[in-house]
């Protein structure tokens, strides 16, 4: 990866007249609080226009964090624009129609922390390294010498919290729990921020939950937990794509579990696979070969397949790199 230098993403950012920040399409808590918090920062260096797009709505869970209401869908927005960030996602094609915001005069800024070997982007701040967009946020606010303020703290925490699992995913490290004690020490309602995140849950979340640890079956003498959502189940349970979020870790939590597979059916033809995978095991590099990436821990591919063959072609890729451990 190239050497990340902040202080020339600081200068494009300062220089630009028409900023849009987006991320990947089905955002989770680290997009939709990563994208935020940098609009905040964006706002307190005084830029003329910043635009927030995603494709789709954000997750209930996330609408109540502040300038949430101001994300608009792509169709909203009006280019040009002379700049474009794109936050926890290094490819263009992965934020959906965002893109077509994005022209031949946009310069492109990558802000990511997912193994990427080709990044997008005309500036690019990747680093694996980085539990969270988040967390490379904040960096990006120190370097621009921008205040500590209670929404980017608030944005930031959220972003941190859910890709590390609460701190408890692989990739915490020492950095992830200094950068939140500066978060919280703003006056966080830390408790609060972990109700509505992790614990509250609609009526169509808690059915859909009901039936993907129903799906769940141990292969391998428990090595492997594959689960299914089909997409029957979504619609019979009320429930909504945000409603997955989460629940792949339910079946990754049995003992003896070293990899967790949630197949969701989109359609009769396409597939969308979320992968975890214990300490020895790649999950960015297991899914590679099938046009996903990811975490080492945790990754993710979309295959353009009916389910079974999906489930089919994914099981053999995982159980060829079970192979070599013991």
């Not at 792509?74 to 936050?87: G, K, N, Q, S, Y």
Request: aromatic letters at 4%; proline letters at 4%; charged letters at 25%.
């Amino acid at each position: 990866m190239p050497e990340i230098d902040l202080d020339e993403i600081v200068h494009r950012l300062r220089a630009a007249e028409r900023v849009l920040i987006t991320s990947h399409i089905a955002p989770d808590g680290d997009a939709v609080g990563a994208v935020l918090a940098l609009s905040h920062v964006l706002e307190a260096l005084h830029q003329p226009t910043v635009v927030c797009a995603l494709e789709g709505c954000v997750p209930e869970r996330y609408a109540w964090l502040p300038g949430a209401d101001k994300i608009r869908k792509p169709e909203e927005c009006a280019p040009p624009f002379d700049l474009a960030v794109i936050v926890d996602v290094a490819q263009l094609d992965r934020v959906g129609e965002t893109a077509k915001l994005i022209t031949e005069e946009t310069s492109v800024i990558v802000l990511d922390h997912h193994l990427e070997k080709k990044p997008d982007g005309d500036l690019v701040a990747v680093d694996p390294a980085y539990a969270a967009a988040g967390e490379l946020i904040v960096d990006l606010m120190d370097a621009a010498g921008v205040p500590l303020t209670r929404d980017i703290a608030l944005c930031a925490y959220v972003a941190l919290t859910t890709d590390t699992g609460s701190f408890k995913y692989s990739n915490t490290t020492v950095r992830s729990h200094q950068i939140a004690a500066r978060l919280v020490a703003t006056g966080l309602p830390v408790t609060e921020i972990a109700r509505r995140v992790f614990d509250e849950m609609s009526q169509g979340r808690f059915r859909l939950l009901v039936r993907f640890v129903n799906s769940v079956t141990l292969l391998d003498g428990g090595r492997i937990a594959v689960g299914t959502l089909s997409a029957a189940d979504l619609a019979e349970c009320e429930a909504r794509e945000e409603d997955t979020e989460g629940l792949i870790n339910l079946a990754h939590n049995i003992r003896g579990v070293e990899v967790t597979m949630l197949f969701r059916e989109v359609d009769d033809t396409t597939v969308k696979l979320s992968l975890r995978s214990r300490e020895g095991l790649n999950s960015a590099e297991i899914l590679s070969t099938l046009g996903g990436g990811g975490h080492t821990a945790a990754a993710g591919a979309t295959l353009e397949m009916p389910l079974q063959q999906a489930m089919s072609v994914a099981l053999r890729r995982v159980r060829e790199s079970l192979a070599g451990q013991p």
